[in-house]
């Protein structure tokens, strides 16, 4: 596409951040637009592979992301009461060669701030709530609740679950609520008084699992999240304040190595897990959707965010060899939707990496090579 094609962004999360910076070395004039006046430390960490790595190197990030996260030496699955080990994937050099990149557990707050540096200042207007979009034949306009128009010939919808992008092409139509919450914590690993975990761990019970792991490369920041399950969720997508009581009673009969780590986690914040059906209109004229906005998945294969960042490098590769923007967007979709579908399937499932898994489809993939279907 033409390099003078003015193209917005809404949203400066893990996918609007990424496609900004792989658009902005082609060529392209960017800005994104994000509602938030600045950016806040949330606690909580991502896990991300050597697919996601491998779209980082594209951006001269890959170095920062695995100096700044940890290199897990393996992703371990363990029984909740027993604690035998199910299945255990090993991080050695050999498997980052046949992934051909390392797998990284990292601070989320780490991670944005790391997307951020590639970008133009002032590429990101902070305080942009996206209201409103007029796709008309000599432009898109784009209204903020600030009261700033903006004009564009492309609009990226990279705005998350509760995308007012998808509202303008689908209609508005609230998240789904899968009757499970996540409680999670991160906290100074020297709270655990010595006791010897593993990198990553994620603890499989019958109806609940936690995951545990540190995020830093000197192993001394803990995150735990479980996912337990919740009759209702009365607020909206916003996290709330939990008890570290109700967080230890749902972890009741799980082995205590897991115990005496979710004991030092004091402070709890409960998070609604949420997804959506799966649909598959992904963009209207000249307006597309990427990331949660458009697929988004319960966590339980931790992949949506590797997903985003997935979309961007595939996103990125069809605007750049595109036509116009219908051809490139429909390229998008079709090449992008199997995969997405596949990722969403395991993760309703919630059996990636319980016992053997065959993951070098997922991990081996290169989001920024791998050949592209001609359209959808
Ligand atoms: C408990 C939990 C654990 C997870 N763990 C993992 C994991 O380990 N690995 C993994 O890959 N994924 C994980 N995920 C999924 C991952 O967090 C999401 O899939 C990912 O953040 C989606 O990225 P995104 O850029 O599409 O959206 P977001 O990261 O949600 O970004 C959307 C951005 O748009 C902005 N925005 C929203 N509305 C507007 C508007 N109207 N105007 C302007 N700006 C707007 C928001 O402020 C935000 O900055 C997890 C999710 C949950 C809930």
Known sequence: MDRQTRIAIVGAGLAGLTVAGLLQRSGFSVAIYEQTPNFSRIGAGIILGAN???????????????????????????AWDSGDTLYELTFDAACEARFDGPFVNIHRADLHRILQRPLKPGTIRFGHRLAGIDDAPDGVTLS???????????????????????????????????????????????????????????????DRHVLVYYMTPRRDEIYVMAAVPADRWDGDGTPIPGSRDDFMSALEGFHPDLLRTAEAATDVTVWPIMDRPRDDRWHAGRIVLMGDACHAVRPFMAAGGSMAIEDAAVLHRCIVEGADPQAAFSRYAGNRIPRVAEVQRISIDNTWMHGPTEVDWFFAYDPCSAPLDAAS
Request: overall charge positive; charged content about 30%; some cysteine.
């Open 52 to 78: 996601v790595a491998k779209v980082l190197r594209r951006l001269d990030l890959e170095q920062s992301l695995a100096e700044t996260g940890i290199r897990p030496d393996a992703f371990v699955s363990r």
């Open 144 to 206: 903020f609740d600030n009261g700033v128009k903006a004009v564009a010939d492309i609009v990226i919808g990279a705005d998350g679950i509760r995308s007012k992008v998808r509202d303008v092409i689908l209609g508005y139509e609230e998240p789904r609520f899968i009757g499970r919450i996540a409680p999670r914590a991160v906290f100074p690993a020297d709270r655990l008084g010595g006791l010897e975990i593993r990198d990553c761990t994620k603890w499989w019970g019958p």
